[in-house]
């Protein structure tokens, strides 16, 4: 399985971007999703995540800093984060994660830098 990570760039506060994640396989396939990021001195962290439920197929969670401004969507080989109204602090790597037969699969980081 490979993932890699696309979509960064520098960006003004208040801009938008979109990141894509494409995959190897079907995104069905996974069990998990998860875009992640990581700013110099900090520890990765969670962004937001798509996950497998039973009732709607799929759904996604956000970490509270960027709710209401990124959302997670995907197609057949790719899930996307499209970020929103960002601010200086989102600056930072952007990674996809996935998980599927209880492993676990990172793509490569892209770069997001938004200027104030």
């Known amino acids: 399985v490979q993932l890699q990570a696309s979509g960064g760039g520098l960006v003004q506060a208040g801009g938008s971007l979109r990141l894509s994640c494409a995959a190897s396989?079907?995104?069905?396939?996974?069990?998990?999703m998860g875009w992640y990021r990581q700013s110099p001195g900090k520890q990765r962290e969670l962004v937001g995540e798509?996950?497998?439920?039973?009732?709607?197929?799929?759904k996604t969670n956000y970490t509270n800093s960027v709710k209401g401004r990124f959302t997670i969507s995907n197609a057949e080989h790719t899930m996307y984060l499209q970020m929103n109204s960002l601010k200086p602090e989102d600056t930072a790597v952007y990674y996809c994660?996935?998980?599927?037969?209880?492993?676990?699969?990172w793509g490569q980081g892209t770069q997001v830098t938004v200027s104030s």
């Open positions: 994660l996935g998980n599927v037969s209880g492993n676990s699969y």
């Open positions: 396989i079907h995104i069905w396939r996974f069990d998990k």
């Open positions: 798509l996950v497998a439920d039973i009732v709607s197929g799929r």
